[in-house]
């Protein structure tokens, strides 16, 4: 693995870093505050190719590799874990699946317009009795011959309400159990497809989560990926992927937390001289520079797996599981150094403290990054 990035690596991160700090740090605090969708800034992301950066050229996408990926969701995540989750979404399960396993007819009609960022994507896989386990699926797709009719109930969907294309994963035979489930393309707006409430969530809560209900909605079968039964396996690999935006985003939001702790040690003082003179403060500092290094490396190393078609399901559950540890530790201990300030909004630590911690759960929660891990040790 080569460490040295190249000259489009630094001109990604530079372009995502600008774009987070001119168009995403201003308001952010306001879009926390009232749980604001930061609506015109992914359409900016969109504009600037940050909502299909993997995606083939011919597809809208920017033809990119995992590598400038992580870099840009990191500097944004630095700013706006809200705006983050969405650019990772969009890129890592949606776009990414559809580009994957889509038929052409599906990536004309939907990938193409999900890459340039014209309209966003959502994936629907939890339930309330079903996290991130594929195979115990109460929401149903009834095979009609030329149609699916589809029933049940999904939960914590990313992007639930803003989205105009959503993947959804369904028993079609529980007979079959895993062999069973199908992936479902269904559109807004499909009779019977109903948005629920919003999540009042503790972080990143500019993001709007939804449930959704489906009662009798007709999705056509050429809206199906892959095979009859191919669900199971669909959303495993995607999810695989997907581990790796969040390593990246908790990543960011570590980081982020951690140079605004460096700065404010900088110019606050006490007892007559600077926090950073203080070996206590340095000492935090030396342990939060660490342990970023130790998440980014392990996160740029599971992007680099995946680039190189190598088996990356390891690394990516090893960056995913270390770097939503170490942002929660490194937000907590921004706070600490900033004291009474930081547990305030204005100097932004506790929002980033508040949205670590969602990193931790989503993608799978530790315990299951742990399965993951142990499984791929013991095969």
């Not at 939001?253 to 702790?261: D, F, K, P, R, T």
Request: neutral net charge.
């Amino acid at each position: 693995m080569n460490f040295q990035l190249t000259e489009e690596h630094l001109a990604v991160q530079q372009a995502a870093r600008d774009f987070a700090q001119n168009e995403l740090l201003p308001g952010v605090i306001e879009r926390d505050t009232e749980q604001k969708f930061p609506k015109d800034q992914i359409k900016k992301m969109g504009e600037l190719g940050f909502m299909g950066m993997m995606v083939d050229p011919k597809y809208n996408g920017g033809g990119m590799d995992s590598i400038s990926y992580v870099l840009a969701m990191e500097e944004i995540s630095k700013v706006d874990a809200s705006v983050s989750v969405c650019m990772s979404v969009n890129n890592s399960l949606v776009c990414w699946g559809l580009e994957k396993y889509g038929t052409e007819e599906q990536k004309e009609k939907y990938l193409k317009r999900l890459a340039a960022g014209e309209i966003i994507g959502a994936f629907c896989l939890s339930e309330p009795e079903a996290g991130s386990d594929a195979t115990s699926q109460r929401t149903t797709a009834e095979d009609k011959g030329d149609h699916y009719l589809l029933n049940g109930t999904k939960n914590w969907i990313t992007n639930g309400n803003s989205a105009s294309v959503y993947i959804v994963i369904a028993q079609t035979d529980a007979a079959k159990k895993h062999k069973g489930i199908n992936a479902l393309i269904v559109e807004k707006g499909m009779p019977g497809f109903v948005v629920g409430k919003k999540e009042d969530k503790m972080g990143i809560r500019g993001s709007d989560t939804h449930s959704l209900m489906f009662t009798d909605v007709k999705v056509p079968k050429a809206n199906r990926i892959g095979d009859d039964g191919f669900g199971f396996s669909f959303a495993m690999t995607t999810l695989n992927g997907g581990r790796i935006g969040i390593a990246s985003q908790a990543l960011g939001i570590a980081a982020g937390a951690y140079e605004l702790a460096l700065t404010y040690s900088k110019e606050r003082k006490a007892f007559g001289k600077n926090l950073s003179e203080h070996q206590a403060i340095q000492f935090k500092l030396a342990e939060m520079a660490t342990k970023i290094d130790a998440a980014r490396l392990l996160v740029h190393q599971a992007a680099w797996r995946k680039d190189q078609r190598q088996d990356f399901v390891k690394a990516a559950a090893m960056a995913k599981l270390f770097a939503s540890q170490i942002a929660q530790e490194v937000t907590t201990e921004a706070v600490q150094i900033h004291g009474g300030y930081g547990y305030v909004k204005e100097y932004h630590v506790e929002r980033l403290m508040r949205d670590a911690k969602i990193t931790q759960i989503y993608e799978g929660t530790t315990e299951i990054q742990k399965m993951v891990i142990s499984r791929e040790l013991l095969k």
